[in-house]
């Protein structure tokens, strides 16, 4: 049975920054491309960043530069270290996982598997 549990959200200033992790458990994670994504109220989910695999990382152009995606291996563990943030990245954001290698624009129906979310909240 695959969990993830997320953890790290809160509420932060304008150009602060906050680190989420995400515990998972009942799988072998480096079979697994993993993934964050964020839903704001009246919105539809979006990626925010991917890792894949093999490793490698993507991002949505509206975080890029500013979000970085890593993983512990060792740990079985997920993180997203947020910095220069803005209101407009309020959010609840979810940790996802999938046994198969990202594809295409990685939508949200790909992911088998996801957490219960971690709000973040940014006040200007």
């Known amino acids: 049975q695959v969990q993830l549990v997320e953890s790290g959200g809160g509420s932060v200033q304008a150009g602060g920054s906050l680190r989420l992790s995400c515990a998972g458990s009942?799988?072998?994670?480096?079979?697994?491309?993993m993934a964050w994504f964020r839903q704001a109220p009246g919105k539809e989910r979006e990626g925010v960043a991917a890792?894949?695999?093999?490793?490698?990382?993507t991002y949505s152009d509206s975080v890029k530069g500013r979000f970085t995606i890593s993983q512990d291996k060792a740990k079985t563990a997920l993180y997203l270290q947020m910095n220069s943030l803005k209101p407009e990245d309020t959010a609840m954001y979810y940790c996802a996982a999938d046994p198969y290698p990202l594809r295409g624009s990685w939508p949200a129906s790909d992911f088998g598997y996801w957490g219960q979310g971690t709000q973040v909240t940014v006040s200007s």
């Open positions: 009942g799988y072998t994670y480096s079979t697994y491309s």
């Open positions: 890792i894949d695999r093999d490793g490698s990382t």
